[in-house]
Every structure is written in structure tokens, then in C-alpha cells.
Nanobody, 123 residues
């Protein structure tokens, strides 16, 4: 069974740091674009950061200079290092990835989402 499993959320004071992890499990052949999204109460889900298979990165303006996305291809895992956290960063964070994997005797490609992890930043 192919899935993305997130970890690392929690409660932190403003100015603090957290690191989120997202691990892909199953018969993974390769991972394409990987991204982190977040959704605050009453707001739409927004893209926070993205990293391509080649390692190119892009960030939402609101997190540039504070957040860093990275990936470890040997572990099929990506990370989001969040520094200088602000109360407005409070949200449920979701990882997303395009996965190429074995399904029986077939090779399939699909877009997957993690279950979400809560990040709460207190002022």
C-alpha cells in the first residue's frame, strides 16, 4: 500500500522552530514533485513550498527566508524546516507528492496526500 506519512507537528511559541517530515512508503519507484501545503481554519489550502525531483525549490512569499524544504531520496522522505515561526503560520500542514510505484504487475503514477499534521504557534 502506497502512502505518505507525516510527523513533526506540535505547539511552539512564536520565534521557535519545528521540522516536519513526510515519508513515502510502499513499492515506490520514484518520487516527482513534492510539496507542502497548509490550511488554516476558514481559509483555503495554500502551497507553502515545493521541491522538484532535481532539487529545485520554490516558496510562498510569506515563508521565504524562514522555511526550508529538502528531500532525502534514499529514504523517500522530505522535510520542512520551519524557523522564526509566527502565529499566522498556525494551520494543518499537508504533504503532497507525485509517486510512481508498482501496483501488482503494473507501474502506476498518482498524486498522494498525507493525513495532515497540526502546527500551532502561540504568541
Amino acid at each position: 500500500q502506497v502512502q505518505l506519512v507525516e510527523s513533526g507537528g506540535g505547539l511552539v511559541q512564536a520565534g521557535g522552530s519545528l521540522r516536519l517530515s513526510c515519508a513515502a512508503s510502499g513499492s515506490i519507484l520514484s518520487i516527482n514533485r513534492m510539496g507542502w501545503y497548509r490550511q488554516a481554519p476558514g481559509k483555503q489550502r495554500e502551497l507553502v513550498a515545493v521541491i522538484t525531483s532535481g532539487g529545485n525549490t520554490d516558496y510562498a512569499d510569506s515563508v521565504k527566508g524562514r522555511f526550508t524544504i529538502s528531500r532525502d531520496n534514499t529514504k523517500n522522505t522530505k522535510y520542512l524546516q520551519m524557523n522564526s515561526l509566527r502565529p499566522e503560520d498556525t494551520a494543518v500542514y499537508y504533504c503532497n507528492a507525485g509517486l510512481r510505484y508498482y501496483s501488482g504487475s503494473y507501474i502506476r503514477t498518482n498524486d498522494y496526500w498525507g493525513q495532515g499534521t497540526q502546527v500551532t504557534v502561540s504568541s
